[in-house]
């Protein structure tokens, strides 16, 4: 069955640096566009990253852009969130979602960063 | 793409048929979809394309529209629709979502 399995959150102080991972199975990863999406606490949904199925086309959320880098490693069947330079404002549930073609059907269980003094 | 939801809060009982709304700031032609979250959990998608059924949805949710103005209909609100509702756009990116509905128990 599909599968989505993040790690890599925590808290981290502001200015620092943390990397999400999301191990995928059950699908053909290689020939799938992967999102990241976040929900700070207590609001809505935020539309943070998309890359492409062969790592070479990226996008990124105004908020982000700069800061925030995607990118995967297709022989493990990962994608990864680089985030550097935190804020506080980035204190959110990221989740990794998978596209099928203008339909993000599959979300990840969602990790945890929060970022503290 | 700024994406406007109404109402933001909804208050209903069940058995009742819920519309909510989501407009955009420029045309996404039928790129749209919606989602449920329930709290503490995982969003759900439920409609893509507008207007199409995402395998393994009930039948009583129902989207519509196209360009900037969209619909999510709930005929017959059963105890387990109580959640939030949230519309993306998947045009263009970057993609955005509305600010979300939530639907309670009147």
């Known amino acids: 069955q599909v599968r989505l399995v993040q790690s890599g959150g925590g808290v981290v102080h502001p200015g620092r640096s943390l990397r999400l991972s999301c191990a995928a199975s059950g699908f053909n990863f290689k020939r799938t566009a992967m999102h990241w999406v976040r929900q700070a606490p207590g609001k809505g949904l935020e539309w943070v990253a998309v890359?492409?199925?062969?790592?070479?086309?990226?996008y990124y959320g105004d908020s982000v852009r700069g800061r925030l880098t995607v990118s995967r490693d297709n022989s493990r069947d990962t994608t990864f969130l680089q985030m550097k330079n935190l804020r506080h404002d980035d204190t959110a549930v990221y989740y990794c979602?998978?596209?099928?073609?203008?339909?993000?059907?599959?979300w990840g269980q969602g990790t945890q960063v929060t970022v503290s003094s | 793409i700024q994406l406007t939801q109404s109402p933001p809060y909804l208050s209903a009982s069940p058995g009742d048929r819920v519309t909510i709304t989501c407009r955009a700031s420029?045309?996404?032609?039928?790129?749209l979809a919606w989602y449920q979250q329930k709290p503490g959990q995982v969003p759900k998608l439920l409609i893509y394309g507008a207007s199409k059924l995402q395998s393994g949805v009930p039948s009583r949710f129902s989207g519509s529209g196209s360009g900037t103005d969209f619909t999510l209909t709930i005929s017959g609100l059963q105890s387990e629709d109580f959640a939030t509702y949230y519309c993306?756009?998947?045009?263009?990116?970057?993609?955005?979502f509305g600010g979300g509905t939530k639907v309670d128990i009147k």
């Open positions: 890359i492409s199925y062969d790592g070479r086309t990226d």
């Open positions: 993306e756009q998947v045009n263009e990116y970057p993609h955005s």
């Open positions: 420029q045309d996404v032609n039928r790129y």
């Open positions: 979602v998978r596209d099928v073609g203008y339909q993000l059907d599959f």
